[in-house]
């Protein structure tokens, strides 16, 4: 079993920076690919970013790039997503989930999830 716990969020102001951390106990993720998720208020979760288990490949969607950055320690046992320039579309429950065989944009092929971290983007 694999447990994650998200940190970071918070209210910021547009154009502002947030970075979220998602923690990990239980196992080391460092066999894992890990994902950022986020879920807006009555909309369904959507993908963000995606980390290689080494960390060597990343993706993002199209609608972060250029301005979201996913990274991780594998000695710390924690996954980042540094976001910069935000925007109040951005406001939403961050996710981070880890995935031990698949690297995917998908949410159903990660098999452990944290409890979310709140973001909000005022205007």
């Known amino acids: 079993q694999v447990q994650l716990v998200e940190s970071g969020g918070g209210l910021v102001q547009a154009g502002g920076s947030l970075r979220l951390s998602c923690a990990a106990s239980g196992r080391t993720l460092s066999s894992y690919s890990m994902g950022w998720f986020r879920q807006a208020l009555g909309k369904e979760r959507e993908f963000v970013a995606v980390i290689s288990w080494s960390g060597s490949t990343t993706d993002v969607a199209n609608s972060v790039k250029g301005r979201f950055i996913i990274s991780r320690d594998n000695a710390k046992n924690t996954v980042y997503l540094q976001m910069n320039s935000l925007k109040p579309e951005d406001t939403a429950v961050y996710y981070c989930?880890?995935?031990?065989?698949?690297?995917?944009?998908?949410?159903?092929?990660?098999?452990?999830w944290g409890q979310g971290t709140q973001v909000t983007v005022s205007s």
């Open positions: 989930a880890a995935d031990q065989d698949s690297y995917s944009d998908l949410a159903h092929s990660y098999d452990y």
